[in-house]
């Protein structure tokens, strides 16, 4: 049917179809219409596009991690969905909740949806580093949501309704598997609307290698950026791992990808610079992988 009208392709779905319903009413292709709703679509992409919004420099937010901010341009660009990954007992979990509780210091409203933990086990470990998190809860500005069973509409709904400015997933690998996650029509409109609304949100995904293996998933390209966090030995004999974050993709920044060391404080976890010490740290671990395999 379309075939007799090749002129619409330019026009949009929308455009067509009621460009068509008064073909059928007029019995003949009308020009003046056609002209008409094409200048329309013109207008509605542009005002889809911003390009005004464009021009302006990009808002960063603060990760709420000292040490880390300064090696992302300032902070993570707002409304950006980033992965936080690495092995078991890493330190994911916390560093997310410092992102959230540096939201709450700032009046934005945060939400964590946790898969995995129950709240109490969850509040119990942050109150640790002193975060009062009872109160910000109660004063509204935080919401947890511990062994969540709640599917990705309903979170929809909850965020829709709480408006909050940040939000953390921990983990995704418990609802499907990487690939399946990318292609869920449930999860690319959360995403969508994440983006939409410039909520700015972070991904917990777990990983069964370590910071030196160089191995993708599909979460990772997924995400506008990927944080890995990870714990290594310093030598042979030191039995006390360091725990290091390496930025390792960040869209719209300039990064510096090394691994950098981090310490759990008082406070949370916090980053520091070493001149030296991770990169030995994993060409160690390179030479000893690349030895077992030699032999
Ligand atoms: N105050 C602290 N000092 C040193 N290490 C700590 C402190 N608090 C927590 N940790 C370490 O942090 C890790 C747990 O942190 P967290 O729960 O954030 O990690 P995770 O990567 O989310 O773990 P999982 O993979 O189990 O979800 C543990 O290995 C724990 O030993
Ligand atoms: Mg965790």
């Not at 916090?270 to 994993?282: D, K, Q």
Request: with cysteine.
């Amino acid at each position: 049917m379309r075939s007799k009208f090749p002129i619409h392709t330019t026009l949009s779905g929308d455009a067509i179809k009621i460009l068509e319903r008064y073909e059928k009413e007029l019995g003949a292709k009308n020009i003046v219409l056609e002209k008409a709703l094409l200048a329309m679509d013109g207008m509605r992409y542009k005002a889809k596009l911003d390009t005004g919004g464009m021009r302006s420099p990009i808002k960063r937010i603060s990760t709420g991690v000292p040490g880390l901010d300064e090696s992302i341009e300032g902070g993570i660009p707002k409304g950006f969905s980033v992965v936080v990954t690495g092995p078991p007992g890493t330190g994911k979990t916390t560093f997310c909740m410092q992102f959230l509780i540096d939201g709450v210091k700032k009046d934005e409203k945060c939400i964590f949806f946790s898969f995995e933990e129950r709240v109490e086990q969850l509040v119990q470990h942050f109150m640790r580093f002193g975060w009062d998190i009872g109160k910000y809860i109660d004063d509204g500005y935080l919401e947890i949501f511990g062994m969540s069973m709640l599917t990705s509409e309903e979170m929809i709904e909850i965020i829709e309704s709480y408006r909050p400015e940040r939000v953390v997933f921990d983990s995704i690998n418990v609802f499907a598997e990487p690939s399946d996650f990318r292609k869920s029509g449930a999860w690319r409109s959360l995403l969508r609307m994440l983006k939409v609304k410039k909520i700015s949100s972070l991904f917990i995904t777990e990983k069964h290698h370590g910071i030196e293996v160089k191995q993708f998933d599909d979460y990772d390209f997924l995400g506008d950026g990927i944080i890995f966090l990870d714990s290594v030995r310093t030598n042979e004999i030191d039995t006390t791992p360091t725990p290091v974050m390496a930025v390792q993709k960040m869209r719209a920044t300039r990064i510096d990808r090394s691994p950098q060391p981090f310490r759990f404080t008082d406070d949370g976890i916090s980053r520091y610079r070493a001149t030296s010490m991770p990169s030995s740290v994993l060409q160690d671990r390179l030479a000893s992988k690349k030895k077992k395999f030699d032999l």
